[in-house]
């Protein structure tokens, strides 16, 4: 067989229909829709079927925005992940010496993880 690809099947079933509207309208008809797809909800209405409606997402799960940049940004500063990929390899290989650099490294390593976490827990409105 040739490195041809197979054309996805099409649909039969669905027919698309296009509907034009102002920037209001179409505003006012996703406000209608709450959390349901704009297409269920004018079918729902269309038909008068019962569509169940899925919840809506919140707009934001992050409580305090300045926190998670401030946890991001520390993550972007710190050299954590090299550090631990760093002791992980050593010591998988058999080689990890843990000598005072290496305590002084994990100390470091393990302050920052305390304080992402602290960060992140309060940027989701966490206690921790």
């Known amino acids: 067989m040739s490195g041809a690809r197979k054309k996805p ?7 698309p229909v296009t509907l034009r509207l102002t920037p ?21 209405c269309v038909f008068a079927q019962e569509e169940k409606r899925r919840k809506a997402r919140p707009r934001s ?33 058999g080689a990890l010496l843990v000598g005072e650099s290496e305590k002084a490294q994990i100390a470091q390593a393990y302050a920052h993880v305390l304080s992402i976490r602290s960060l992140l827990m309060r940027a989701l409105g966490k206690q921790g």
């Open 24 to 44: 209001d309208e179409r505003k006012r008809l996703e406000e209608l829709a709450a959390g349901m797809t704009l297409s269920a909800y004018i079918r729902a």
């Open 61 to 93: 799960i992050v409580a305090d925005k300045e926190a998670a940049a401030e946890a991001l940004a520390l993550l972007g500063q710190s050299r954590i992940a090299s550090n631990l990929n760093q002791l992980a390899y050593h010591a998988n290989i």
């Open 9 to 15: 099947a099409k649909r039969t079933s669905i027919s």
